[in-house]
């Protein structure tokens, strides 16, 4: 079985209650992933699962429970906590497999479900087809039988475990005292630990999007609305904001002045830092192909590499495993410290981007512009039916523009993994040139595509 019927690029994903993220898909989810990770060996098996704030968690989480429990799993239920504190938790509690259920940044409406093997990764495309083939299949084989059932219990210091560990990733020695921090948790699975985190290692907190209530996830809040951390910043007159999504797994900040960064920014701000202390490994930094010429360019400049892989964090982490890399991410705010952690998480690069904010004894404004981004444009073209990357008009637009671009300006065209959009992304020295060059695209996709 190659094609995809449930998993997309970041586990499975889509609006609550419609499918695939029904109740019944949820318990085929939990029946097949138990099956699969289920080993022939006598020992007791476990599944840890975590959520974030939305309404629809509590339609989802009893339909996995059930799943995994029938199938002879032993469940820990997490509470919200976020994503990488699933993945902390299932190597801590040496689960045999983690499940968030959260559907990231996208509003209360969706919700997702994203698995971890025991190792605290994310699964591969491999395994993700493995329990789609199961989840088809008859599923009343293989039921535990009546005494064999799996037990269930919740986890109540989930939270407070995961507090310690993101703290622990704080240099030892140094304290937050004498910073105002903004902390926006978007009103979902970071709103309890962040606040605790960052009071505890001596911040004064002023915190932001705390109050869920089911549907106010990422309600103009968070990292894909920065505007709210840029108003406390001000109106606090605070050292650094920090915006959180809504499973807390990226960040984007602002400084003193209320300016947004982006994960760029961020990456060669830990990687500059990082590079003078001797503690950035693989001779660089992974990113993916939408990262700007500009972090590559500053790369460069320190003799530090900029390794490029397809969009997704999980093929960020899949090439920073293969060449021993520490550091690696994606514009949008996934930073992944595999030193740290096994994924993206927002709150320990916070701390990381907070340490050398305190070393410098810089206000962030000095920090937070590490380089000059190249003018960089992106258009997404919807398309009703066929494949228009592969009409002969696309393919010439497309040789035309690399060729123009060729020297001062980078050039990436695809499909998107989650909906039927053609995005088209350019970049160069010359911004005239990079809007000509994406329009004439966009162009001849939509002739195609007509």
């Not at 993945?87 to 997702?112: C, K, P, Q, W, Y």
């Not at 140094?174 to 309890?192: E, F, M, P, Q």
């Not at 690399?402 to 088209?424: K, N």
Request: aromatic share 4%; charged share 25%.
């Amino acid at each position: 079985m190659s094609k995809r019927a449930y998993f997309g690029t970041d586990g499975i994903r889509g609006q609550a209650n419609r499918h695939p993220m029904t109740a019944e898909v949820a318990l085929r989810v939990g029946m097949a992933a138990g099956k699969q990770f289920m080993s022939k060996d006598e020992r007791r098996h476990l599944v840890v699962i975590g959520k974030d704030t939305r309404l629809s968690g509590y339609m989802i989480e009893p339909a996995l429970v059930a799943g995994f429990a029938s199938v002879g799993m032993d469940v820990r239920l997490l509470g919200p906590i976020p994503t990488p504190g699933v993945a902390m938790m299932t190597r801590s509690l040496r689960a045999d497999l983690g499940v968030m259920i959260s559907a990231s940044h996208n509003e209360f409406s969706d919700n997702g479900i994203k698995l971890f093997g025991p190792d605290g990764y994310k699964l591969s495309d491999e395994r993700e087809l493995l329990i789609e083939s199961l989840m088809d299949q008859g599923l009343q084989e293989g039921l535990a039988g009546p005494r064999a059932l799996g037990r269930v219990a919740r986890v109540d210091d989930s939270q407070a475990r995961y507090v310690e560990i993101a703290k622990a990733t704080f240099p030892r020695g140094l304290s937050l005292s004498g910073l105002r921090v903004v902390i926006d948790c978007a009103n979902g699975a970071a709103y309890k630990v962040a606040p605790i985190a960052l009071y505890e290692l001596g911040a004064e907190v002023i915190s932001v999007g705390v109050e869920p209530n089911g549907f106010n996830i990422n309600e103009e809040c968070g990292s894909t609305h920065p505007e709210a951390m840029v108003q406390q910043v001000k109106e606090y007159r605070a050292d650094i904001g920090i915006a959180l999504d809504g499973d807390a797994d990226r960040l984007v900040i602002c400084d003193e002045k209320g300016r947004v960064v982006d994960g760029d920014q961020i990456m060669a701000l830990i990687a500059g830092h990082w590079a003078k202390t001797q503690r950035l490994s693989g001779g660089g930094v992974v990113a993916t192909v939408m990262s700007n010429l500009g972090l590559e360019r500053f790369l460069k400049s320190h003799d530090l590499n900029l390794e490029r892989t397809q969009v997704g964090d999980r093929y960020v982490m899949a090439r920073m495993r293969e060449g021993g890399f520490n550091l690696g991410g994606e514009q949008s705010g996934h930073l992944i410290l595999s030193d740290f952690s096994t994924t993206g998480d927002g709150l320990i690069a916070a701390l990381q981007v907070l340490a050398v904010l305190k070393q410098s004894d810089k206000p962030m404004s000095a920090l937070a512009r590490q380089f000059e981004p190249v003018p960089q444009l992106l258009e997404n073209v919807r398309f009703a039916a066929g494949k228009p990357l592969e009409s002969d008009q696309v393919k010439g637009a497309i040789a035309d523009a690399e060729q123009r671009l060729s020297g001062s300006g980078r050039l990436v065209v695809r499909a998107s993994g989650t909906e039927p959009l053609i995005r088209i992304m350019a970049e160069g020295d010359d911004a005239k040139l990079v809007s000509q060059v994406v329009k004439e695209i966009a162009g001849a996709v939509k002739k195609a595509a007509a």
